[in-house]
């Protein structure tokens, strides 16, 4: 039983890709860069969707769906934004196949010439265009306002270097798209989304946030602002857990999405857009696993407890699983998800299985525990052990499900403010980020600036933190004031 | 307020389309074939999706997610496969766009030449193909499988006559994918899911099935087997709601899905697929829907109750508001999906709105009613009004739920069985057939018979159901043999 993960000290990048493949999470497909989600992996999806989805639905979002396909003239109808993503489309221009049957029976497949699109068609990398195409024909008054609308989907980005979940050709997210009235409803809107992101994150994916604005130089092609969740992960490296855009008018303006307002004028409606994608599930990984493999936190453990019935004598055997029984049900009627391991393997090859899914809590009863009517219960965040009365198995395992998924939380937050640093001077700046810390610097507002660090280091700033308070300083390379410290790292 | 819907028996394809308009279900896009599903429509595919996937788990399937992109020499792996999809194929040729300024500012988009890809993709189709990809690589030994594995998703077949819902260039589905053992286990399993789905078509959508193995003419490419669960339209038309595949060992050998036998051999895994999709959106519209609009069988309807307060003086607005959220706070106690139009509309406009957007169950409430401690409830099925006590509410809208269910469910069936006969002859089969019937006929079992009949009448075998007994006549052309009926119609 070989532990085929490789330590996280010894090599970061190999360990995440290890602790994917032993919990066969994900793999590489044969199409370049396009990845495909395991059950184990799109468990954590779901469970995401559900969560997430409810949050929508609670602050007045419907679900719609809008077409793959853009035509690649949509995309010219916002400068910005086609600048943004041309490099990145996947471009549809036929729309059949046609076959060769070779000697030796095989079928060669060779597009077919004769079935060309007139205008070209790109695989939605995102799809604020199309649905301008749509909201430009729904809105005629303010009464058809406010528009809420989200989208589960799939979208496409042509990706030279890809990494499972964090950077695919093809990925899946939701993508919200919203119309309001006024400036200051659509501002109200991206940035309530980003407190419902943030909330969901540390609340369910135990993760801490850093929330606020983006810089001009790294905000969404189109937008007038972007607000972006950043995540600290355990190689020091920052993650961008989601985004949320002001559009403002720019894409009512490209597509001509007008409303006649209460006082009988034509306006173009304000906009918003925002989304998170299955890249979640690499920070979930990235965060919280350890040497071996996956740890979930409870919250979205699709199981969050799985009980591994032991017996030596085949005699013992109906007993024991007749116990298991009596605990499953236990569990089960207390809300808990659990299974019970009841395949022919070895208990050993059993634990290793479910520790390298990341299941929260492993429940091992024998001979002995059924004599007792006790249990064996081993947390997967610590390796501790706790022996339980199977009388009292709801509330301990509901009790830890609350203090693993608390724990976590806290662990992450220790982990990352330990790693949080303030510094002065340019030479602390590069000496912090060379160790892979979170920064917080001064910095004067300028794109020089950011510019310069980049090139001289590869950090960029994460977001404007909403959570720093204003304290009046001076940039650390052009000396010019500054309000505020701004997020500084190297990022994903 | 023009009741904008033209009768069904004026125009029922001119009544189907006004039906979707009017209920805000979806929309052509300016992308030729390729539909947005609004909110009002998507809200049906959720519960669809809901339903379907607790049943698919509750039988030991999980869900996955494999590549939008195929490769195109995958396709012509399976002879037959490939020949059934090729004319349908959007294919991606390029990964990139350029743009070019004009001298008025704006931008062309066109297609970057320098970025063309090796080996054209196509937009998945159904994805037999790229699955059997990795399931070569997951299967080694009897121990890795059955593989049941559902994927939830978008496909793309380019089609030149769309019609929204029913036949477009995009549409969402499940399809599942498994891999067995034996050849029994996957005929089996074939035939559990189409018996999942003609339950949940006839509990949950109120449609009555016939379900059965398809002709060899009419199976899907690739597979050995097809299953069929087929639905009667207001029309007499047949619409095909899903189909089950065993697919044998022909992917599994295109592909090399092989594993080691319990007796150390060999063997290729047995195979089948199966799926929905969006239409059955469509099929909902098509066998419940009436003049003024849309209708929805409770279970399905995402609105099961729409409670409109109406008052005439303003004085009286807050008294009857506070009446309205009694009974709202009671219907939703009691599990009842329910929802208060506050909205600063007319009543009759409210009125409208509900029933064009199919919610089973309107209920009224005005000054008097609240006097009396009582409502109004108003039926979608059939406009009947019930006087209700307020004290009973959440019991008479649960009971109502089940019985217009089950009223619905009946509806169609007398519907369907009433244009349902049995035909000895030729000319008989004609005549029914002109006449927009389901024919039960004896078929000798031949492509010829078949190909002819649809030549004539342009009627298919819609299945072989299983429900008809043996019976043993004669082929209504050929004067052939024939063990028992078939069923013949004019399909979507």
Redesign the interface.
């Known amino acids: 039983m070989a532990r085929n993960i490789t330590p996280r000290s010894e090599d970061y990048s190999r360990w995440y890709t290890d602790v994917i493949a032993a919990g066969e999470l994900a793999?590489h497909?044969?199409?370049r860069g396009?990845?495909?989600?395991?059950?184990t992996g799109?468990?954590i999806?779901?469970r995401i969707q559900q969560d997430l989805d409810a949050r929508f639905k609670d602050t007045g979002h419907?679900?719609?769906?809008?077409?793959?396909?853009?035509?690649?003239?949509?995309?010219?109808k916002e400068?910005q934004h086609?600048?943004g993503?041309?490099?990145?489309?996947?471009?549809?221009?036929?729309?059949?196949?046609?076959?060769q049957k070779n000697d030796d029976?095989?079928?060669?497949?060779?597009?077919?010439d004769t079935k060309q699109l007139e205008e070209?068609?790109?695989?939605r990398p995102t799809s604020e265009t199309?649905i301008n195409?749509?909201y430009a024909?729904w809105v005629q008054s303010w009464r058809d306002l406010p528009i809420l609308?989200n989208q589960w989907?799939?979208v496409?980005r042509?990706e030279m270097r890809t990494r499972l979940f964090l950077r695919t050709?093809?990925f899946?997210w939701q993508e919200g798209h919203t119309a309001h009235e006024t400036a200051d409803e659509a501002e109200n809107e991206a940035r309530m989304i980003l407190q419902i992101y943030k909330n969901f994150m540390q609340d369910v994916l135990a993760i801490p946030i850093y929330d606020g604005p983006k810089s001009e130089t790294e905000k969404f092609p189109g937008a007038i602002a972007t607000y972006a969740v950043e995540g600290y992960m355990q190689d020091g490296k920052a993650l961008q857990m989601g985004t949320s855009h002001n559009l403002g008018q720019n894409f009512a303006k490209a597509f001509g999405t007008q409303f006649q307002n209460k006082a009988g004028e034509l306006e173009y409606v304000h906009q918003t857009s925002w989304g998170v994608t299955t890249r979640l599930i690499g920070a979930v990984i990235m965060v919280h696993s350890d040497d071996e493999g996956l740890v979930l936190p409870p919250k979205i453990a699709d199981t969050q407890a799985v009980i591994v019935p032991i017996w030596k004598k085949d005699a013992q055997k109906p007993e024991i699983m007749e116990y298991a029984d009596e605990i499953f049900m236990k569990l089960k009627e207390a809300g808990v998800r659990v299974k019970v391991d009841i395949r022919d393997e070895r208990p050993a090859q059993k634990f290793f299985h479910w520790e390298q899914r990341g299941v929260p809590m492993r429940i091992e009863i024998g001979p002995r525990d059924l004599e007792n009517r006790k249990c064996v219960l081993k947390r997967r965040i610590d390796g501790e052990k706790l022996f339980v009365e199977v009388d009292n198995i709801a509330e301990t395992v509901s009790a830890q499900i609350e203090s693993i998924q608390t724990e976590m939380f806290e662990l992450a937050k220790k982990r990352r403010d330990e790693n949080t640093v303030k510094v002065e001077t340019y030479e602390e700046f590069k000496e912090a980020i060379e160790n892979n810390k979170f920064v917080l610097a001064h910095w004067d507002g300028s794109a020089e600036t950011e510019a310069q660090i980049k090139a001289d280091t590869k950090a960029t700033i994460r977001c404007i933190p909403f959570e720093i308070e204003e304290e009046p300083g001076k940039d650390i390379i052009s000396g010019k004031d500054s309000p505020k410290r701004v997020l500084f790292a190297k990022a994903y």
């Open positions: 793999e497909s044969d199409v396009c990845m495909v989600i395991r059950p799109y468990s999806w779901e419907v679900n719609a769906y809008f077409p793959l396909y853009v035509p690649i003239s949509f995309f010219g400068a086609v600048e993503f041309a490099m990145e489309c996947a471009v549809v221009t036929h729309y059949g196949l046609k076959t029976g095989s079928v060669n497949v060779l597009v077919d070209p068609l790109v695989v199309i195409s749509m024909k609308i989907a799939n496409s042509w050709t093809e899946l």
